[in-house]
């Protein structure tokens, strides 16, 4: 399975992926998937937001699906329970997502199945928002330890 869970390929997904589909994205600011997605927008990455209760979030049309998505997506980014992963994890594969990554604290290791069969990179158990900080967005010129280790900076 391409589980993806050190920091070159964490570098290579977000380095590459202009294109993110937030699944389960709240309309309301204090929610962790808005402030994720906000961050992620005001680091040039394309957000589209799929919440069948909301027209629009953060400026964009609001999808019911993925399905419903006109045009690729690179990350589909899961703020949804483990359990309701799979048919995210199907829905990845149908629209040729090319990364399923599951947020913090959710693991669900049938989607993980579902996606690396079929080709995705799959990230699990990780906040899209912390790892590119940590990796990406300068968080260790803050003074914060990122455990990133090298004399160059990021390309």
């Known amino acids: 399975?391409?589980?993806?869970?050190?920091?070159?390929?964490?570098?290579?997904?977000?380095?590459?992926?202009?294109?993110?589909?937030?699944?389960g994205l709240s309309q309301h600011w204090y929610r962790p998937s808005y402030f994720a997605a906000k961050y992620m927008q005001d680091h040039g990455y394309r957000i589209v937001p799929v919440?069948?209760?909301?027209?629009?979030?953060?400026?964009?049309?609001?999808y019911p699906?993925?399905?419903?998505?006109?045009?690729?997506?690179?990350i589909v980014d899961c703020f949804r329970r483990a359990?309701?992963?799979?048919?995210?994890?199907?829905?990845?594969v149908a629209k040729g997502a090319r990364v399923l990554w599951m947020q913090l604290?959710?693991?669900?290791?049938?989607?993980a199945r579902i996606a690396a069969d079929a080709g995705l990179d799959v990230v699990m158990d990780r906040c899209v928002k912390i790892e590119h900080a940590r990796i990406l967005g300068g968080l260790n010129w803050a003074g914060v330890n990122t455990g990133v280790i090298s004399a160059r900076r990021p390309v």
Do not use: F
């Open 51 to 62: 919440n069948p209760g909301c027209a629009e979030i953060l400026g964009q049309r609001c």
């Open 83 to 92: 359990p309701d992963i799979p048919p995210i994890a199907r829905a990845a």
């Open 1 to 23: 399975m391409p589980i993806v869970d050190d920091i070159a390929g964490l570098r290579r997904i977000l380095g590459t992926a202009r294109t993110i589909a937030v699944v």
């Open 105 to 111: 604290s959710i693991r669900n290791d049938e989607a």
């Open 65 to 74: 699906d993925l399905a419903s998505i006109p045009g690729p997506v690179d």
